[in-house]
């Protein structure tokens, strides 16, 4: 009978937690545990003990994305867990525990590198207040400040427009207007999520600032509702919600798991050394907000997904390019200026991945892992796998078995 891994905290919230859930299963997969999704409803203090008696799971996933989580360390005993997407705000009521974070500073650097491909005079960044009477974010002000200090050791002038509890839309909107009017034009403005961006969107219009020719802008999450809703479309960072779900899987499953009896004291502080992981963007979706050359490629985060889910099924490059429009060449030069690395590059990466799960978390015979993870013999996989490991496989999986 499989395993069962508890995925609790889930909300109908779409596109986020549906790819976060892709890389929990991706994971599971490869060790064969079956996971169950818990609404966040259910998700409680008073629920768990029923929940956990009835699944018996060997770990859990507690989701604090656009969740106020209640699910605390001290709920879970010692049964393994781990918290997903935790806010600043609330980190440090679970100090000490596993967790996988959002990278701000990767972020901001992404949205730099984006924004100052465009020549501006300036920059600015505008923290996130959506609802009136909202308390300001710590999460907001971290990645604000972080963007306005590379912008800074950039040597661009850099300013910051803050969040105001009490402050109605529309007197956001008019100051915001007010405050975007007084940039140094053409400037860059970077929110730090796209519901700060749609508010600065709002605030050109008001102001009578064209987008982008005087005001670029980039926002984070690619919320397709609030990017393309109305003209012109935001141009947005999207994180990798899916490499999310897989680290926390698999952080799960190393704690899970235990150290291998012949651990040594180093092996330990690496098995538990990492309370917080960090993951960073996956790639800038290009829409008109951010204008210049080479804009406009959604369709790169398509092929993104294409590769997370059939890199393992022989999907190659150039199959992948078939499937989009133009020639091999033009399609792998997007993909890298989109990503940072090449179409191979990403494929091969998914590959090594799941061979190495298998390798140390399954069973599986060292000459049959080739096979499920998508390579054409078992020396094209050693190859890789002795560049980034020192080791062969059968080198490793000796080193590491269990007594």
Not at 377 to 386: Q, V
């Amino acid at each position: 009978m499989s395993e069962t891994l508890l995925y609790l905290g889930v909300l109908d919230n779409g596109f986020v937690q549906r790819m976060k859930l892709v890389g929990i299963r991706r994971y599971a997969d490869a060790r064969r545990w079956m996971v169950v999704t818990v609404p966040a409803a259910d998700s409680t203090p008073e629920r768990l003990p029923f929940l956990l008696a009835r699944h018996r799971p060997v770990g859990c996933i507690v989701e604090c994305f656009g969740n106020e989580t209640r699910l605390m360390p001290k709920s879970f005993g010692s049964l393994p867990a781990v918290w997903l997407d935790v806010p600043s705000e609330t980190h440090g009521d679970i100090d000490g525990r596993l967790s996988v974070c959002v990278d701000d500073k990767a972020i901001a650097r992404t949205a730099l590198r984006e924004l100052s491909a465009n020549f501006p005079k300036s920059l600015a960044a505008v923290e996130y207040q959506w609802f009136p009477h909202e308390e300001r974010r710590k999460w907001s002000r971290d990645r604000a400040e972080a963007f306005r200090a590379l912008a800074t050791a950039e040597e661009f002038p850099c300013e910051v427009f803050d969040s105001r509890p009490g402050e109605s839309p529309g007197e956001r909107t008019e100051r915001l207007a007010h405050w975007l009017s007084r940039l140094p034009r053409p400037s860059g403005v970077f929110a730090v999520n796209d519901g700060a961006a749609f508010n600065v969107r709002a605030a050109c219009r008001a102001a009578g600032l064209s987008i982008p020719r005087d005001i670029s802008i980039v926002g984070v999450d690619n919320d397709v509702v609030l990017c393309e809703a109305i003209a012109p479309a935001l141009s947005s960072i999207q994180i990798d919600f899916e490499r999310m779900g897989y680290v926390a899987a698999r952080l799960l499953g190393k704690v899970a798991e235990g150290p291998p009896s012949r651990a040594t004291s180093a092996d330990m502080r690496k098995l538990v050394r990492p309370m917080s992981t960090t993951v960073g963007p996956l790639l800038v979706v290009r829409r008109r907000s951010t204008g210049g050359r080479g804009r406009r490629e959604p369709s790169i985060l398509e092929a993104v997904e294409m590769i997370r889910r059939e890199a393992c099924d022989g999907l190659t490059a150039e199959m992948l390019a078939r499937r989009f429009p133009g020639t091999r060449r033009f399609f792998n030069m997007r993909f890298r200026e989109a990503t940072g690395h090449s179409v191979l590059d990403e494929i091969l990466h998914v590959r090594l991945e799941r061979a190495f799960t298998l390798l140390a978390e399954t069973k599986t015979a060292i000459g049959a892992i080739y096979a499920l993870c998508g390579f054409r013999s078992n020396r094209a996989l050693d190859y890789l796998f002795h560049a980034r490991f020192g080791m062969s496989m059968r080198e490793w999986r000796m080193r590491n078995a269990r007594k």
